[in-house]
């Protein structure tokens, strides 16, 4: 469903216009307004996280700790850690893009439970800025794993704080899952099967379940931890009878899957991604559907891969390898199918489409080095080494934050109404790509040679290539500011965008830009499946 | 939680619709405390296997008659709520005020005896935090009342959190906010939520009063 027209009469004012004034913003139920809370506040933590990030490489462009006191280092990069994970790559495409598109996509007027997703956003808010009160106060020096013995015995930063910081969060991400669940079971229009919603929700359906079951298991490991500080009541402590290795246990149940609540809302992203620049139905839809599903399912069983070298049965590690290995059945089908619904189509090159390449590309190296982790010799070689900070961030930044930047660019004429520079959007893509990989392949070169995570000095041999890495995060991070100033430059300049910019498949395109308040005047019927482009199949732009 | 309070329904098109919202919503949060207390109950399971012996010595002091009543509250409680919602169904107020009142009561009373069980394991010396352990000489019967602590502790607030939201929907039942059975919804997933409650209770009672009690 190719909507031609390239202006949606509409009468009614759009979300934006429909009321105005603090108030209207912060006691909005309206999803497509709490998606924009959500995007200043990630924004926000995302910046502070990248502060944190400029100080370890700073710290290690030369040999000796000469930036940061050790400690200093040690509470930079558990800052780092602590902000990215929980407070910008868990909550931003479930949050921001979740929020505004989904019930845009399954022809709702808002998310089944409106308060609950305004909740979400004061949690996640009130948890970041209580745990960046506990960092700036000192802040904590334990990593963002919190594992014990260091957390609980050792630690003189404010681990309870930060603790609960994470705690309060946590209920933040459980709303949002139970609210995407539940809104898809229940609002999906009328003829708006399973088979027909986009992938994108698909993946983010995936991510939520993971969201809801995997959140308690952190609240509760962490409870113990400040139930071992406080009243020492020493679960996690061989001395008082508790068990360290078990800490790591319980904190990877959730952690692992974590992975996959950054990761899988990304790959939905990418479907939408690909299919809007081949202006082709995608490749093998219900694989890449059930692959999400069985992403979700199989990171559950996956945590000891994290622990193959802590003292583990050698026979549960062997068996965690395996079910490692089996997660790179459902990644590579879906890399593999994005690629050929690229076959035989005419690609348009925008933006988008070169965040989705940058996707793909770093998501295939991330992806194929987990495996060399996932394997149990090569994993003792460079276990907690700068290999392993490599291949996360692959995934994790490079694969996760490109998707997050493609969608942004992709529907910003959706959630704005205003066009982004195109020119500049190549230009910040392109920039993405160089400084991503000049900042992290030297990484996995130095921890195959050996140079430890987590320490603020170093042997002078690694300089050469720490300093390559230093100098691509300085281009990394004008990667990352640029977006910022153009995408708030396009609000107030940028041309007005029309209801379907590019001419892309999709319920969200058949309402304005930006959407009104309800989303559509009457309950869209749908008879057309999804990704529902003409047959030939190969147009391009006009 | 879904549907305690009043609903914000534009994004709905039927009654139906809302309610089956609610209840998916309620029973995802209800499958969060499952996979918290579930985590904890590994936990206890963990050392019970581990440390067989020890555990039992620390087992071998909790008041399980007072953990039994307990059981015996909580249980009734659950059957007089479900009578409150078939009260609910053919819109008997009077009837289903009395109903969750009782309801409530019977777990006001639960906490009650809970308080008085943690008063005499403090004065035996049992607890963790607040007396030496004394009469228990391994660390890993320590460890243990350290968990039962945490889990009966945590159980005990998701207790008097049923019990305020209780006393709310009684309040607005009172105030005649609350018409039935059109929001019977309101009073079923806040039944979801007591009888998730007393299901959580019947796994921890064994696992922590009775398995490795010698006999």
Known sequence: ??????????????????????????????HKRIAILFMIAVTFFFFVGSLAAGAIRIELITPQGDFLTPDGYNRSF???????????LIPSIPSVLGNFLIPLMIGAKDMALPRMNLASWYLLAGGGLFTMTALIAGGVDTGWTFYTPLSTMFSHGHVVAVIAGVFITGFSSIFTGINIIVTVHTLRAPGMTWFRLPLFVWSLYAT??????????LAITLLLVVAERFFGIGVFDPRLGGDPLLFQHLFWFYSHPAVYIMLLPGMGVISELVTASAHKRIFGYSFVAFSSVAIAILGFMVWGHHMFVAGQSMYASMLFSLLSFLIAIPSAIKSYNWTATYFKSRLTINAPFLYTLTFITLFLLGGTSGLFVALLAADVHVHDTYFVVAHFHYIMVGAAVSAYFGGLHFWWPKITGKMYPELWGRVAAVTMFIGFNLTFFPQFILGYLGMPRRYHSYSPEYQF??????????VLAVAYALPFFYLTWSLFKGPQAIANPWQAAGLEWS????????????????????YDYPPEATRGRN | MAGIKAPVSEQFHSAGQRREGAYLGMWLFLSTEFMMFGGLLCIIWYYRLAHEMQV???????HYGLGGFNSALLL?????????????RKAKMAHLRSLLLVSVGLACAFLALKGYEYH???????????????????????????????????????ILVAILLGAGIWLRLRLGRLPMPERLTVIETFAFYWHAVDVIWIFLFPSLYLIGRPV
Do not use: C
């Open chain 1, 1 to 30: 469903m190719i909507s031609e027209t390239s202006h949606v009469a509409s009468t009614e004012p759009s979300y934006l216009e429909v009321e105005h004034g603090l108030k209207s913003w912060l006691l909005t139920t309206d």
């Open chain 1, 78 to 88: 558990t800052l780092h850690g602590v902000i990215m994970v929980w407070f910008f």
């Open chain 1, 208 to 217: 939520s379940v993971i969201l809801v079951l995997a959140t308690p298991v």
């Open chain 1, 465 to 474: 290539l720490n300093d390559v890495s230093s100098s691509g995060a300085a």
């Open chain 1, 511 to 530: 309402v304005p830009s930006p959407p009104p308040k309800h989303n559509f005047p009457n309950v869209p019927v749908v008879d057309f499946e999804a």
């Open chain 2, 56 to 62: 039992s010595k620390a087992v071998e002091h909790l």
């Open chain 2, 76 to 88: 009734t409680s659950s059957f007089i709520m479900s009578l409150a919602i078939q009260a609910a």
């Open chain 2, 120 to 158: 005499s394991e403090y004065q035996e010396g049992l607890l963790p935090v607040l007396t030496s352990q004394a009469p228990l000489k391994e660390p890993a019967a320590r460890l243990f009342m350290g968990l039962y602590l945490i889990s009966t502790a945590l159980h005990a607030m998701h």
